[in-house]
Structures are given as C-alpha cells and as structure tokens.
T-cell receptor, first 116, second 116 residues
Framework: DARVTQTPRHKVTEMGQEVTMRCQPILGHNTVFWYRQTMMQGLELLAYFRNRAPLDDSGMPKDRFSAEMPDATLATLKIQPSEPRDSAVYFC??????????????FGPGTRLTVT | AQKVTQAQTEISVVEKEDVTLDCVYETRDTTYYLFWYKQPPSGELVFLIRRNSFDEQNEISGRYSWNFQKSTSSFNFTITASQVVDSAVYFCALSEGGTGRRALTFGSGTRLQVQP
C-alpha cells in the first residue's frame, strides 16, 4: 500500500529555532507539493517540485522558508528561524507526471507544528 | 486566477439523510481538473474523486455521487444515506490541466456532522 510519509508527525519548538520537516513521496511520483493548513488561511500551497526541480515557491516566505529535494525519495521543508505564526499543519503530497492519464495528489499525514 | 468557493461552512444532518455539498469554481483554463478530498477528525486528507473538465458525466461510487456542470461551474457532491463515519471536513479543489500549474487551489471546506 503506497503512501506518502512525513516526519515528524508533531513538533513543538520555541520561537527562533530551526525546524526541518521531511517527506517521502510515493515511489514513481515525480511531482511533490508542500501545503500548509491553518484555521485562518485554510489549505494553501507553499511550493512544488517536478523531477526534483522547484517549479513554484511563490507561497513561501522566502526569508525564512526553504524547500529542497536532495533526491527523488526525499523532500524537505525548513523554517529558520521559526515564529509563532508558522504554527500550522504542513502537508506533503505527491502526484504522477502531468502527461499521465491519471492525476491525483496523494497526501501524507501532515506535520503539526507548534511554535511557542 | 483560480478560485473555489464552498459556501456551506457547516452542515449537520441525522444519520440516513441525504446531503449535498456545494462547490463552485472559477478558472480561465479550458482544461482543468476538479477534486474532492475528505479530512476526517484524524486530520489526513483522503482523495475521493478527480474529474476532468472535458468529462461532464456524473459519477456514482457507492453512497457517493458527484454532479459536474460546466454551465454553472459547479461540482457538487452528494452523500446518500449518510452515516456517522461520514463526519469530516470536505474540500473541493481545482488544478490546471495540460502541462500547466498542477498545484491544487482548495475551497475553504465544508464541515459535515452526521448525528446518530
């Protein structure tokens, strides 16, 4: 049963600390997305990659957030320094190539981040 | 710009009632995809259905059915004979087709409470 995995599932940290969230996409999926869910903003796109190259990171605060795909099996989202307003659930999703006949995004379980 | 509107913030029904969740979308693209996701209290996002813009056939899957109408830019979701396990937040989402941007634009969600 192929799934997107995310670690950690929960993270509590103090303001100013660095936070790294990891995602393992489904094998064979070449498109990876990072979304953030908050009560105020709902679900919003932070960044996405295709074949490990960033295609859109316009949703990310560039001064403190960074997203990378060191290899095809790992995507990372880093916040440095973290702030209380970054508290949210961060979802990773992966999907099949755009040219494929089927295009669904499958979501990981999310990382619930609390910054105090 | 794309936009998805779910005007119903919260719906409460009694078990066995039928319920329809509304979704209205806006896009300038001629090719696009529409989705429904379910977010149960556990927090994960579960893919339910994808519909292509060129396929207006309605779809039924067990107790779930979807009505896609391009003329009114709507993609409504009906649950027949609702059950307590259907209690969740349901999100409608939209993405571009072709080789364009594939990130999802989500609606604000409809919280469905099914009372026993």
């Amino acid at each position: 049963d192929a799934r997107v995995t995310q670690t950690p599932r929960h993270k509590v940290t103090e303001m100013g600390q660095e936070v790294t969230m990891r995602c393992q996409p489904i094998l064979g999926h070449n498109t990876v997305f990072w979304y953030r869910q908050t009560m105020m903003q709902g679900l919003e796109l932070l960044a996405y990659f295709r074949n490990r190259a960033p295609l859109d990171d316009s949703g990310m605060p560039k001064d403190r957030f960074s997203a990378e795909m060191p290899d095809a099996t790992l995507a990372t989202l880093k916040i440095q320094p973290s702030e209380p307003r970054d508290s949210a659930v961060y979802f990773c999703a992966s999907g099949l190539p755009p040219s494929g006949p089927s295009y669904e995004q499958y979501f990981g379980p999310g990382t619930r981040l609390t910054v105090t | 710009a794309q936009k998805v509107t779910q005007a119903q913030t919260e719906i409460s029904v009694v078990e066995k009632e039928d319920v329809t969740l509304d979704c209205v979308y806006e896009t300038r693209d001629t090719t696009y995809y529409l989705f429904w996701y379910k977010q149960p209290p556990s927090g994960e996002l579960v893919f339910l259905i994808r519909r292509n813009s060129f396929d207006e056939q309605n779809e039924i899957s067990g107790r779930y059915s979807w009505n896609f109408q391009k003329s009114t830019s709507s993609f409504n979701f009906t649950i027949t004979a609702s059950q307590v396990v259907d209690s969740a937040v349901y999100f409608c989402a939209l993405s571009e087709g072709g080789t364009g941007r594939r990130a999802l634009t989500f609606g604000s969600g409809t919280r469905l409470q099914v009372q026993p």
